[in-house]
């Protein structure tokens, strides 16, 4: 049987990188723009996060627009959206148009993750999913890697503006070959039949689908205390993963004295190495897990190592050494990213169907959101009161290590129609 959904999996990697190289875009010209328009430290910080707010706000939206009509053509509107605002960013005048081509790259941003949620749902087996989501979430570190040293050239080359219009314009080769190839499974044309009978068959596991009855909604799922323990997890890892998105290359010209340029490597190096270990996390979780252990939520297990990996960031104080720092930054942030990678598939390994894949994705990325919204804010205040990066790198540890113990705790339950309306907090038995 011939493996076409490769190509499936190259959808989903360059997804959420084209989505992160667009982000971390601002942080890389962040000095020469604070420079250019008399920003400080605290308007920086918000204008960080200011994507985070309408993103925040448009997840659970995209989640259902997803379930109801399906990922092709609003995964597409999502990736023009967000493409068109970076461009728009590189023709800003004022901070306040900056603000605003922000919150519009944050409302189609998005559309990402709950579709490549229900991409992975929809196409990929059980044993697979673990691989699946380390490659969805290895595109958002790949994406500041490649952004990072893209936009640091550019910058010093051409200026800021130019930076802004050509990682911007990626989007568009992207969408053409989305909107060539991409269908279900059921419709795909460049799988072959033998393939598409295992897909379909082995998506859950080999068990069917629980597809009786109404497809699950938001308040239902918020009846289960597996959903808390999902929710809770992602945003305390979303915090440390935000803390390195949005200040990481502040952190290196300020602290460390590095120029733009040195300051996108060392941004893109940790990145770059992430990308390759939390893949190997990803294979990891699918040859120790059965199908059965998927079932019943075994993965929370990888989550919680993978958290304690990220708290490693609360040594970062006592690092003089710049290549210490750069494997520091690379095993927090291969453990923030295979948490958060891990977590996604966790919450398929719980669902019932594929039907809920995409409200229930959009669901735990807007637990992630709610913390990384405050993670670039509170980094702003605490370098300007404190002058120092410390207590930021000290908070993001402490959040890790409680996201592991939330992980074990809380998300040992199957989201199952008929254990949703379980008290919250409910915490069972099962492996």
Known sequence: MKNR???????LFSLTSINYIDRVALSVAAQPIAHEFGISPVQMGFLLSSFIWTYFASLIVWGLALDRWGTRYVNAAGMAIFSLATVATGFAWSYASILVTRLVMGAGEASSYPAGGKVIREWMPARERGIAAATLNSGSYAGPAIGALLVAFAVQLFGWRTGFIIVGSSGAIWLVFWLRYFRK??????????ERAYILRERNGGAP????????????????????GLLITQGFGSYAQFLFLTWLPSYLQTERHLDIVKSGYFTALPYALSVLLALAIGKMSDRLLSPDACRKGGRRNMVAFSMLLT?????????DDVWLMVAVFTLSLTGAQAALAMNIALIGDLLPSSAEAGRGTGLLITGGASFAMIAPIATGYVVSITHSYNNAFYIAGVLAIAGALVAV???R???RRDTASAPVGEVSVSA
């Open 5 to 11: 959904r490769i190509f499936v999996y190259v959808f």
């Open 311 to 319: 708290s490693i960031v609360l040594v970062t104080p006592f690092v």
């Open 413 to 415: 339950t199957p989201i």
């Open 185 to 194: 499974p059921e419709q795909a044309s460049f799988i072959g039949e033998e």
């Open 209 to 228: 689908e629980h597809n009786t009855g109404p497809v699950l909604s938001i308040g239902d799922m918020l009846k289960s205390g597996s959903i808390w």
């Open 409 to 411: 705790l809380m998300t």
